[in-house]
């Protein structure tokens, strides 16, 4: 099997020789017998290793081109573990338009164990540069594109300075997955999914993953994933492997429904600005382009008036007003109040999220019934505002 296609469609169906079964079992056992002192079957007790979880880990481990994989409980859980290789007095940088969940983890809690940050434009290697602390600074978090913003980071470019500089490079590749970018190809150590997202695909199941690179980071990473225990449990495993089994096709959908609607967006009077990364207008079109194979299926738009957002968010009908992305499902997000409300207005309006910024996450629908609902919803504001 060469291609990821035909690797995702069949994660899990060799790995059950004594049935047989296509789709893999949920193993639902914590506890496993020993055949005498001193023997194990290879499973021991379920929050270090189950069998579920396992062949979930080992496909995606090679999905991302990594040596191992973790499967946390959600995303902040991988981002949590990954955050428990620092200590007191450790530094890190990371890039400014951040998921805000990751900020809070970093800003109220890694704070209060002595680990801070700085938050650079991460495509700039001149403010890499003056925000490095020598001896303290320990790694770069990355994320591209960002979201809500959809920055693009050169992600070889960055992880070839922080080997220079003896930096472990982080990437979180939720946004465009193995089957689009695979950081760790580009010189990424590490990278951290919320598989929530687009992995799981279907906004039902909330899970996480690590993949590591090299037997030292992986081995650490064991320890602290089975020491922390935020694990994933059977049946999430599961139902995360399943969903995964149709990510090329959901893929290519969310990237043409969202690139028609974008330009869609683009023409349209009631809109100033589009932000994403498919179309040739985007400062970071050409990067992405290089470094990735397709484009994710979300990005951002500005209206011209802030009025229009209430009533947009009102009568959008097939489109749901709910926060998260990458589900079948479309659903728009009002970034300023949701998703990025932990974030200091001051960081928020540097780069840009306002009160005229609305978040889309194009779903597999038919691109034509999304056009016809944003359209009918921006008709309904243009008419209250008149
Ligand atoms: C959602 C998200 C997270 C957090 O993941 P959860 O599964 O919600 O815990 C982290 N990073 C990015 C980019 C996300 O979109």
């Not at 890190?92 to 990751?102: K, Q």
């Not at 922390?228 to 959908?253: F, N, Y």
């Not at 028609?260 to 600005?273: C, F, N, P, T, Y």
């Not at 109040?337 to 005229?356: C, S």
Request: charged share 20%; net charge negative; proline share 4%.
């Amino acid at each position: 099997m060469k291609h990821i296609e035909s690797k995702l469609a069949q994660i899990g169906s060799l790995e059950d020789p004594v049935t047989g079964a296509v789709s893999y079992p949920i193993y639902q056992s914590t506890a496993f017998r020993h055949p005498k002192l001193g023997q194990s079957t290879g499973f021991d007790y379920a929050r270090t290793k189950s069998p579920t979880r396992k062949v979930l880990e080992e496909a995606f481990a090679e999905l991302e081109s990594g040596d191992a994989a973790f499967a946390c409980s959600s995303g902040m859980a991988a981002l949590q573990t990954v955050f428990a290789m620092f200590q007191s007095g450790d530094h890190l940088l990371v890039s400014l338009d951040l998921y805000g969940g990751t900020y809070r983890l970093i800003e109220q809690i890694m704070s209060r164990f002595g680990v801070t940050a700085s938050y650079v434009d991460t495509n700039s290697i001149d403010e890499l540069e003056a925000n490095l602390r020598p001896g303290s600074t320990k790694a770069v978090l990355i994320e591209t594109p960002t979201n809500p913003l959809m920055m693009i980071t050169d992600v070889e470019r960055v992880c070839g300075w922080a080997k220079r500089k003896g930096l472990t490079t982080v990437v979180d590749n939720t946004l465009l997955t193995p089957f689009f970018q695979r950081p760790i190809e580009l010189g990424a150590d590490i990278v951290v999914h919320s598989a929530t997202k687009y992995l799981a695909g279907h906004n039902d199941v909330l899970a996480g993953l690590i993949v590591t690179k090299g037997t030292e980071l992986s081995q650490r990473m064991f320890f602290l994933h089975n020491s922390i225990g935020a694990v994933l449990g059977p049946q999430d495993s599961w139902l995360l492997m399943r969903g995964m089994k149709t990510l090329a096709l959901r893929m290519e959908r969310h990237q043409s429904n969202a690139t028609r609607i974008a330009e869609w967006l683009q023409g349209h009077d009631m809109v100033s600005k589009v932000f994403y990364p498919a179309l040739s207008t985007h400062p970071g079109h050409d990067i992405q382009q290089r470094q990735s194979s397709g484009n994710t299926g979300i990005f951002s738009f500005k209206m011209k008036d802030a009025r229009t957002i209430e009533p947009i968010l009102r009568h959008i009908r097939l489109i749901a007003f709910a926060e998260s992305l990458g589900g079948v499902e479309s659903l728009m997000t009002y970034p300023a109040v949701q998703t990025h409300a932990d974030i200091p207005e001051e960081i928020r309006r540097k780069v840009g999220v306002d009160e005229r910024l609305l978040r889309f996450s194009v779903g597999i629908e038919h691109a034509d019934d999304l056009i016809d609902d944003l359209s009918q919803a921006f008709e309904h504001a243009r008419e209250e505002l008149k």
